[in-house]
């Protein structure tokens, strides 16, 4: 098997890239970012380095995780250390400080043999590809099947965004959520790889704050020549989508974990229905919206962003219990970690990994759309 070999999210684990929060930022405002401090008041959001303490508990529990993996016979690498509190200037804008590396998946992807780094689309996480860079070298230099493409870095300039997004009224954003209008515009190609979801021959990617259509027209163009299809998705109760691992989660085949809140759009569920895929809803997360770290820009349903050790093993958050009941009753082994303080790093156990090996080989999950031409 080459030493890059992953095509969809649930096949048996081999070897995987865990995140670390060491040297991690606060994120900072920007065109396509208003962080906020949860709870009562208007407190500024904080910039600069997190604290000494916040850093250690969430490395705590990505170590945690890694152990877990570890004890599970799987290989487990870690990003070189970087300086996130450095700012940027480029031509296109400035940045007083970068983020952080604990979540790869938002940043790299895996599919098949080829290593995929996003666009991404926000300012402070331009140059996060840094941090795996080694560890892409290292699989390109021992193994020549291995692939690795770079997608186009974008300006992030002023005009990349719509300003004005953050300000829109309620009505406003429901009729454009509609139309998939977000923070950001069509005119440059942008992407985060944690919009995107695998499913063997296809690729599910989600139009969102995060992810254009000028991207998604980019994976198509870049992707299908490849053998891949590429379908947009869209979940248009989620007025701020971003990344979809946390609404559309496939657990093995013909089962996907969907997040009540956010269903997907009627004429796209039908690929699933006819393929004898079935929907899943997860269960209400045990902390509300209003329990999530202060500092944590993401939603409760952080509890379905579980990550599968194999089609029936699957790791999830050690206080979800209603999740982890969900999951035996479909048959699952469940494996638990803590890991509430890396939420405010904006991701759990799927988006603080990236798989780089999983057994098996690119299959065809969807056969009634095998008589579609693939380009
Ligand atoms: N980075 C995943 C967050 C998605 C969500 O808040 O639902």
Redesign the pocket.
């Known amino acids: 098997m080459p030493v890059v070999n992953s095509w969809n999210e649930w096949d048996t684990l081999r070897e995987v890239v865990v995140g670390s929060a060491t040297g991690a930022c606060f994120e900072p405002t920007e065109p396509g970012n208003r962080p906020q401090v949860r709870g009562p008041g208007d407190l500024p959001f904080p910039t600069g380095p997190k604290s000494d303490e916040a850093v250690h508990r969430a490395d705590e529990q990505l170590e945690g995780l890694a152990a877990v993996l570890a004890g599970q016979g799987v290989t487990v690498r870690r990003p070189e250390p970087y300086d996130f509190s450095r700012s940027l200037r480029t031509p296109g804008f400035e940045v007083e400080n970068q983020y952080c590396a604990v ?1 790869p998946r ?1 940043v790299m992807i895996t599919l098949g043999n080829e290593i995929l780094e996003a666009t991404m689309s926000r300012r402070a996480r331009y140059f996060e590809y840094e941090p795996y860079r080694k560890l892409v070298y290292g699989y390109w230099e021992a193994d020549q099947r291995v692939g690795w493409t770079v997608a186009p870095k974008p300006t992030m300039a002023d005009s990349m965004y719509r300003q004005d997004f953050w300000e829109w009224p309620l009505e406003e954003r429901h009729a454009r959520m509609h139309d998939s209008e977000f923070c950001v515009t069509q005119d440059e190609v942008v992407f985060d790889a ?1 919009d995107m979801s695998r499913f063997g021959r296809d690729i599910l990617v989600q139009e969102s704050m995060t992810t254009n259509r000028a991207g998604i027209r980019w994976l198509k163009r870049t992707l299908e020549p490849k053998g891949f299809r590429v379908h947009p998705v869209h979940f248009p109760l989620d007025y701020f989508p ?2 979809i ?3 559309f989660v496939p657990l093995r085949p013909g089962l996907i974990l969907t997040n009540p809140d956010r269903p997907i759009r009627d004429a796209e569920r039908r690929m699933f229905t006819e393929n004898d895929w079935k929907l899943v809803d997860a269960p209400e997360p045990v902390l509300t919206n209003d329990d999530m770290p202060p500092y944590c820009q ?2 409760k ?2 509890s379905m ?1 579980v990550l599968s050790v194999s089609p029936d093993t699957v790791i999830c958050e050690e206080q979800e219990k209603p999740l982890q009941d969900l999951m035996y009753s479909l048959g699952f082994e469940v494996l638990t970690v803590p890991f509430r303080d890396v939420f405010e790093y ?2 759990s156990l799927h ?1 603080a990994t990236w798989d780089i090996r999983r057994d098996g080989t690119r299959e065809d999950y969807f056969p009634s759309l095998s008589s579609r031409p693939a380009v």
């Open positions: 979540c938002d944690a971003s990344h691992d946390c609404t993401s939603s349903w952080l962003n904006g991701g988006c």
